[in-house]
């Protein structure tokens, strides 16, 4: 038996090295070694039939010949492999007299990314840090941790979208949740603006849409005070809308700030003379904004003795429809390329 090992190896090894292709290379492997009719795996059947020592010897050496063949035959893989990607890459050549292919219509960016761009760029010129925070959002951060109680309207299941078979998830109503878990990694001082899209159930028509996009910001430190909110909203106002832009404020109650305001801009198209975008007021409402709510730096693990701020936020689906004359806000969600088009 051991002389027929010693035979079909030899037979082996020259039949791979006679193989021109992959497709005979395969046959030839099922050939010798196939677990059914294979000529190696015969030979072994014959094992049993042996004494103990004869058995052992010739296992060993069955096994010797299975490696040896099994090693030409990978060599002789690689072997036609690289003789193929060699024969492509002969084959393959590049014509420089081609003319350049004609470029089809470019993409863009939707009008909502263009304000997002343009005012993290702004931001990130005064020192802002431009964070992102999830959009399935926990109940806690969305909610609780920015003292919004368990019995305010904004928790109503017809007002937030919660996901079923788990009440204490929902799709964030706004980036206000970012807040806490930026002062809980970075603390005090800190300046950060996030922004992104958020989720109400609103029934949706010309001014109200399911799906928007805010931009949040926070500044905390230790002298910081309402004249630094002031000031921070004006530059961001007349950046957006023009040098010529006033804003004023008036008090408004939000539960994440105290005292909180309501902010306005004279309307760009009239400069505040009154017309139909603002109508007859002179006046457009574009933020929300106060200093921080105690209860908001206690959450973020913030002392409120030592440090204080402000929080801001912009509808930046708001501004877009401002700035560029929108009057419908479902367009802006449609996916209508003629719409789209046009920034």
């Given at each position: 038996?051991?002389?027929?090992?010693?035979?079909?190896?030899?037979e082996?090894?020259?039949?791979?090295?006679a193989?021109?292709?992959?497709?005979?290379?395969?046959?030839?492997?099922?050939?010798?070694?196939?677990?059914?009719?294979?000529?190696?795996?015969?030979?072994?059947?014959?094992?049993?039939?042996?004494?103990?020592?004869?058995?052992?010897?010739t296992?060993?050496?069955?096994?010797?010949?299975?490696?040896?063949?099994?090693?030409?035959?990978?060599?002789?893989k690689?072997?036609?492999?690289?003789?193929?990607?060699?024969?492509?890459?002969e084959?393959?050549?590049?014509?420089?007299?081609?003319?350049s292919?004609?470029?089809?219509?470019?993409?863009?960016?939707?009008?909502?990314?263009?304000?997002?761009?343009?005012?993290?760029?702004f931001?990130?010129?005064?020192?802002?840090m431009?964070?992102?925070?999830?959009?399935?959002?926990?109940?806690?951060?969305?909610?609780?941790?920015?003292?919004?109680?368990?019995?305010?309207?904004?928790?109503?299941?017809?007002?937030?979208?919660?996901?079923?078979?788990?009440?204490?998830w929902?799709?964030?109503?706004?980036t206000?949740?970012?807040?806490?878990?930026?002062?809980?990694k970075?603390?005090?001082?800190?300046?950060?603006?996030?922004?992104?899209?958020?989720?109400?159930?609103?029934?949706?028509?010309?001014?109200?849409?399911?799906?928007?996009?805010?931009?949040?910001?926070?500044?905390?430190?230790?002298?910081?005070?309402?004249?630094?909110?002031?000031?921070?909203?004006?530059?961001?106002?007349?950046?957006?809308?023009?040098?010529?832009?006033?804003?004023?404020?008036?008090?408004?109650?939000?539960?994440?700030?105290?005292?909180?305001?309501?902010?306005?801009?004279?309307?760009?198209?009239?400069?505040?003379?009154?017309?139909?975008?603002?109508?007859?007021?002179?006046?457009?409402?574009?933020?929300?904004?106060?200093?921080?709510?105690?209860?908001?730096?206690?959450?973020?693990?913030?002392?409120?003795?030592?440090?204080?701020?402000?929080?801001?936020?912009?509808?930046?689906?708001?501004?877009?429809?401002?700035?560029?004359?929108?009057?419908?806000?479902?367009?802006?969600?449609?996916?209508?390329?003629?719409?789209?088009?046009?920034?």
């Amino acid at each position: 038996m051991q002389s027929k090992l010693e035979q079909l190896k030899t037979e082996a090894l020259l039949a791979v090295k006679a193989i021109k292709d992959k497709i005979g290379l395969e046959e030839l492997e099922i050939k010798l070694l196939g677990r059914k009719g294979g000529e190696l795996t015969n030979l072994l059947k014959g094992l049993k039939d042996l004494s103990g020592e004869a058995r052992k010897q010739t296992g060993q050496l069955a096994n010797e010949v299975k490696k040896e063949i099994e090693e030409a035959l990978a060599a002789k893989k690689h072997e036609l492999s690289a003789k193929e990607m060699g024969g492509l890459l002969e084959k393959e050549s590049i014509d420089i007299t081609q003319p350049s292919l004609p470029i089809k219509a470019r993409g863009h960016f939707h009008p909502n990314t263009l304000i997002q761009n343009d005012l993290e760029d702004f931001f990130s010129s005064m020192g802002f840090m431009v964070l992102d925070g999830p959009e399935l959002e926990s109940d806690y951060y969305n909610f609780t941790a920015v003292n919004i109680p368990a019995t305010h309207p904004a928790r109503d299941s017809h007002d937030t979208f919660y996901i079923k078979g788990h009440p204490d998830w929902v799709m964030r109503t706004h980036t206000s949740s970012v807040q806490v878990r930026a002062m809980q990694k970075y603390g005090a001082p800190l300046r950060m603006i996030s922004s992104g899209k958020c989720f109400r159930n609103e029934a949706t028509d010309v001014r109200h849409e399911h799906t928007f996009y805010q931009l949040e910001g926070v500044v905390v430190g230790k002298d910081v005070n309402f004249a630094h909110m002031k000031g921070v909203l004006e530059a961001v106002c007349q950046h957006v809308f023009g040098p010529e832009t006033k804003m004023r404020l008036r008090p408004k109650f939000y539960p994440f700030v105290e005292p909180g305001v309501n902010g306005e801009v004279t309307c760009f198209l009239c400069q505040g003379k009154g017309c139909k975008l603002c109508k007859q007021t002179g006046w457009l409402e574009v933020f929300g904004a106060g200093m921080v709510h105690p209860n908001v730096l206690k959450e973020g693990g913030i002392d409120p003795k030592v440090n204080q701020g402000f929080a801001f936020g912009f509808g930046l689906t708001r501004l877009a429809m401002l700035k560029y004359g929108i009057e419908d806000i479902r367009l802006l969600e449609s996916g209508n390329m003629k719409f789209l088009e046009q920034f």
